[in-house]
């Protein structure tokens, strides 16, 4: 029942009707991020999947941790995707891209069984089969986007993230190149706000997705962790932690925050509560295309850091006396506050009656 | 019939008659990994003939690991599992203390609890009512079992006061995903639960706050205020949960007659323990022993309902990767012996995880040979010279009947009692103070496993109050040290046991010039999901798949397996670590010329 005139998105009719998430776990991962997911709240997915949100379109979730369909009944979807009967879909891809090409027989990751062979489906076949057809390609953790762990040196499997495999210029028939949602796992809420930005876009809500170089959402990657850190202060004053369990900067003790992307510290994990250095978390670089490999070990300085730290640590000592010195000022009442006889505070009385004449 | 089941020892179990039809489910949903069970089923006998289980990942942890700084591996280990990464990181940091001879400070450990009872309470509530739940919705019951849902409708729920349900089927109807009320209600305190966890561990699920030599957590007042009222809140809901699911799961013995027999395998059942004592550990292995047992989960092997032993040294010599029916070579006579005898001078096997070596070999599946990237864990009973198939249960029925058998642990809130484990919940906002008592069951089935994951929920809450009273009592009298600092000998050998939400964990580590020579992580799910070992003993799912009745009302034209799922769900599958099913269209064999799944069976 409409009370007004005025046009607002909930009378909105997007330029789909429904619109199905085709959420692939079966790259090299751990399904840590399809695990986040269900701890967003910013949206929550079944504010997503009941329509909490005005303007949307109907959106079908096909994920295999939280599917109610099993087996062929799930795999479907995937089926009808990929003869172009499905549209139009999203693709989720989780878990980096194995090499399927360096050996002659079997497979690293598959999903679902090929009715001719009766061998497993290949991770690689779905994505060839699928990334042509697909509105938009969403990578979900820095396994997708960039290879992660399982593409550490000296991994069997020639793993790598889904731009190595399809081509860092790669775009979706809609134009729109891959987007990348980084994190060791996906920061809850930076991947359904990432999802649902996709979906205004899809609706027509929403002009193509700001991305940085790394096909990253800018307005959650613009930023470092130190930017955003509870203990930036203690870094600027040159007050370092020496040992895990302080509240002090972690530089020193293996925090690369100053040179990571990523918005933790401002956004907490879930909700504002933890984010790493918050917490007393060193930053290992887990949303970054270098991860794991240029960050370890892990629990040592960065190598940058020494020269910054010396520097912070003569300059932001002077800064800390100085303040330390303003700090004990301020940490006392003015001092008018008081139960004498006498009004100090500097108003001049006029009606206190005999007691208050000057 | 192919060669591989007339040599095994399960074949003797195997039902010959009928017509045997293929039926497959791969993927498995609602768990997390990649699993896929095949299996034959005798459709006039209603059973299931024949199982097998696969993975189809396959990362190789233990060969990036080498070589690596040591100190990296808990955060590279935290990430085998997207679900339980925590324990990994966890039981990665037990075994380098292990290895550099440190004991991290008593506030460092209450908290590590802190953060392993939080996951223990998120994990097992949202796999109970978000995953497993679903199987048991009205939506399901009603597509497998129509008989079952009328009878639901007319069966008024025992505890009904204590939920708020008036009839099963009003459970039924709030488990439905995503519309149903107990669905979203558990969503949401499994929101709550891992908030908890990142307080004491920064984030969820790869933690960022462990350091071999303690945490880094800063522990404020303010950590412990927060955790304790969202803990409170959780005591509530337990108090709700308990006889909710009590209800569930006695109806389905009384609407399903025979339903025990559902996932029913005989009673193996490990448990590595749980939650340190820092007043006794020392993570020497010479006191391993000792400090074991003063665990606030007793480790344990349970073998046809007995205590084979609690002895953490004892299990840990007992371990055996075997291979047999996965893609790997065999590393036998040629791999490199690491740890000829352990600290204590006892031999270590060749087979033991210390002395792994790790070589994958790629292979097209074959259910006559090589079908999954999962090994075969065993454990050897040196009394009977046998291999066994030890399963988790999902964790909590093995913890919990360790812990009731060994009769050791009493913390206030959880006591052992030689038969049961009692749970003491405290008085919360709007309900009195409750108790509920955990009896060891009758078997070890489906319905069983289930039922002890909630007590278990309930088991963590009482656990982490009394962690939680401890961690402030060091807070309030100042002793706020969380970290020793170590230095990384040039050798050592490390090894951690932990329990991962669904079943045992242990890391095993060997170091050399500082380096990672070797390292060998065993989480659960290998130990329920692998396939058959070189004697051709199946792994626990196969094993408890193939002993299934099946109740399903539905023929094989719309046979969803529930009770398969049921049975295999009940083990709380979590497979990056490594299984899938498929079904596979109903095809009886005999007629069949090997289309799909189960080729290399059908061949003969």
């Known amino acids: ?358 | 019939m192919a060669d591989v089941l007339t040599n095994s020892k399960a074949a003797s179990k195997t039902p010959q008659s009928g017509k045997l039809v293929e039926m497959s489910w791969d993927p498995i949903t609602r768990i997390v990994g990649s699993l896929g069970i095949y299996t034959k089923i005798d459709f006039e006998k209603k059973r299931v003939a024949e199982c097998y289980s696969t993975s189809s990942i396959f990362r190789g942890y233990s060969i990036f690991m080498q070589n690596k700084d040591p100190r990296d591996a808990h955060f590279i280990t935290s990430r085998i599992c997207g679900i339980c990464g925590d324990n990994h990181a966890t039981c990665s940091v037990y075994a380098q203390n292990m290895a550099y001879g440190i004991k991290p400070p008593p506030l460092a450990e209450w908290i590590v609890n802190l953060g392993e009872a939080a996951e223990y309470m998120f994990d097992h509530n949202i796999f109970q009512d978000n995953l497993v739940g679903v199987d048991y919705c009205e939506l399901m019951v009603k597509e497998t079992n129509p008989g079952v849902w009328e009878k639901a409708l007319k069966t008024e729920a025992p505890h009904a006061k204590e939920h708020g349900f008036k009839t099963i089927a009003d459970i039924m109807k709030s488990l439905n995903p995503f519309e149903g009320e107990f669905y979203r209600e558990t969503l949401q305190v499994s929101r709550m639960t891992r908030e908890m966890f990142c307080l004491m561990e920064g984030r969820h699920v790869h933690p960022s706050t462990l350091y071999p030599g303690g945490v880094g957590t800063v522990p404020s007042i303010q950590i412990f205020t927060d955790f304790l009222v969202r803990l409170m809140k959780y005591v509530e809901f337990m108090k709700k949960v308990v006889p909710l699911h009590d209800d569930l799961f006695d109806f389905f013995y009384e609407a399903l007659p025979g339903y025990e027999q559902v996932g029913q395998r005989r009673i193996l059942l490990g448990c590595w323990g749980s939650f340190q004592d820092p007043d006794h550990c020392d993570y020497t292995y010479k006191n391993m022993d000792a400090w074991g047992k003063k665990m606030f989960v007793t480790p344990g092997i349970v073998v046809d309902g007995k205590l084979v032993t609690t002895n953490l040294v004892d299990i840990n010599l007992g371990i055996r990767i075997l291979l047999g029916s996965s893609y790997y070579e065999d590393w036998g006579d040629n791999g490199e012996v690491f740890v000829k005898n352990d600290p204590l001078g006892n031999p270590v096997d060749r087979r033991h995880p210390w002395n792994q070596t790790t070589i994958p070999k790629p292979q097209k599946r074959d259910f006559g040979k090589n079908y999954t990237w999962v090994m075969s864990p065993r454990w050897y009973d040196k009394r009977t010279d046998d291999y066994l198939a030890l399963d988790t249960g999902g964790g909590p029925i093995a913890r919990l009947w360790a812990t009731a058998l060994a009769n050791i642990v009493d913390i206030g809130y959880v006591k052992a009692t030689g038969n049961s484990v009692k749970i003491r919940l405290p008085k919360t906002a709007l309900k009195d103070e409750a108790e509920f008592e955990w009896k060891i069951p009758k078997w070890s089935n489906a319905i069983e496993r289930n039922r002890a994951r909630t007590y278990f929920q309930a088991y963590a809450a009482g656990v982490a109050l009394y962690c939680c009273e401890q961690a402030l009592k060091l807070v309030h009298a100042g002793k706020t040290e969380t970290f020793t600092p170590f230095k990384v000998p040039d050798e050592a050998i490390g090894c951690g046991f932990h329990e991962a939400v669904r079943g045992v964990l242990s890391h095993h580590l060997v170091i050399r010039n500082k380096k990672i020579a070797n390292y060998h992580p065993y989480p659960p799910t290998p130990w329920n999901a692998n396939p058959r070992d070189i004697y051709g003993t199946p792994g626990p799912y196969e094993d408890a798949v193939q002993n299934t009745p099946l109740f399903e009302e539905n023929g094989p034209d719309k046979f969803k397996g529930i009770d398969i799922m049921r049975a295999v769900r009940s083990f709380d599958p979590c497979l990056p670590c490594g299984v899938h099913m498929y079904l596979g269209g109903g095809k009886v064999l005999k007629e069949m010329h090997t289309p799909t799944a189960l080729q290399g069976l059908s061949k003969k």
């Open chain 1, 1 to 358: 029942m409409k009370i007004s005139t005025v046009p607002v998105q909930a009378d909105y009719k997007p330029a789909v009707k429904e619109i199905h998430v085709l959420w692939m776990t079966t790259g090299l991962g751990c399904d840590g991020d399809s695990v986040s997911v269900t701890a967003a709240s910013l949206p929550s997915i079944e504010d997503v999947v009941l329509g909490a949100i005005p303007g949307l379109p109907k959106v079908h979730l096909h994920n295999p941790v939280l599917a109610y369909e099993v087996g062929d009944d799930f795999m479907k979807w995937w089926h009808l995707a990929a003869e172009g009967k499905l549209e139009p879909f999203v693709l989720v891809l989780e878990g980096s891209v194995p090499n399927e090409k360096i050996k002659s027989e079997g497979y690293w990751a598959a999903m679902g069984t090929d009715a001719k062979t009766g061998q497993p489906i290949t991770t690689n076949e779905w994505v060839d089969r699928l990334a042509p057809k697909a509105t938009a390609i969403v990578c979900a953790g820095t396994c997708a986007t960039y290879g992660g762990i399982h593409a550490m040196e000296g991994n069997p499997t020639g793993a790598m993230g889904l731009a190595d495999y399809l081509g860092w210029n790669w775009k979706s028939k809609a134009g729109l190149p891959i987007v990348n949602v980084p994190g060791c796992p996906v920061q809850p809420d930076n991947m359904m706000e990432t999802l649902l930005y996709l979906l205004y876009q899809v609706a027509g809500l929403a002009p193509i997705i700001p991305l940085d170089d790394q096909l990253r959402p800018t307005w959650l990657f613009g930023k470092t962790v130190h930017e955003g850190c509870d203990r930036a202060g203690y870094y600027e004053q040159g007050d370092f932690a020496h040992e895990y369990g302080s509240p002090k900067c972690l530089v020193k003790i293996g925090c690369w925050g100053p040179v990571v992307n990523c918005n933790v510290t401002k956004r907490g994990w879930m909700d504002g509560v933890g984010g790493c250095p918050n917490v007393g978390g060193i930053c290992i670089g887990c949303t970054m295309p270098g991860f794991p490999d240029k960050f370890m070990p892990f629990m040592d300085a960065p190598p940058g850091s020494a020269v910054s730290s010396f520097a912070s640590g003569i300059y932001g000592g002077i800064i800390r006396s100085l303040r330390s010195i303003t700090n004990r000022t301020v940490n006392k009442e003015p001092k008018w506050r008081h139960a004498h006889a006498e009004l100090t505070t500097g108003y001049d009385p006029k009606y206190y009656g005999d007691g208050s004449t000057k």
